[in-house]
């Protein structure tokens, strides 16, 4: 298990981008994944991707690919989390503090957060719970 650091000296955008991650290396199941860079950035994952936990302060947008998050996601206020297809989910066990954060399932894509016991909109901006076409939830 380890901690790695997004920085996105790659495309900056895509999660399978190596030179993306810390030490050129995506991270695995059993990996702590932190994205805190400057600037207002939307990390994009179009496949399968299974890590430990994330806590970030970035966009995260699932297209078309599937996030599971095994223990705990946390969101700065003001980011969003997108699953946009009918493929798209992200699934988060163990507990999640996304408060001020922005959830939005479109297009058939699905958002499950079963250890989200509270949330809260943020002070500084607009937030959304969204699902929006069919299948979406």
């Known amino acids: 298990m380890a901690v790695i650091n997004w ?3 790659g ?3 895509s999660w399978f981008d ?3 991650w810390e030490n050129n290396t995506i991270p695995g199941s059993t990996d702590d994944v932190v ?3 400057e600037g207002n950035r939307t990390i994009q994952v179009d496949g399968s991707v299974n890590v430990n936990s994330i806590n970030s302060s970035e966009n995260l947008r699932v297209i078309d690919g599937a996030l599971n998050i095994t223990n705990g996601l946390t969101l700065g206020s003001g980011v969003s989390l997108t699953a946009d297809g009918a493929t798209a989910s992200v699934l988060v066990n163990g507990a999640s503090n996304i408060d001020g954060a922005s959830l939005f399932a ?3 894509g699905s958002i ?3 250890g989200l016991t509270n949330y809260q909109s943020g ?3 607009d937030t959304f719970i969204e699902a929006d076409g069919t299948g979406s939830k």
């Open 18 to 20: 190596e030179t993306n």
């Open 123 to 125: 002070d500084e901006s």
């Open 35 to 37: 994205i805190n860079v």
């Open 7 to 9: 920085t996105g000296n």
């Open 112 to 114: 499950s957060l079963p």
């Open 11 to 13: 495309d900056g955008s």
């Open 106 to 108: 479109a297009n058939g």
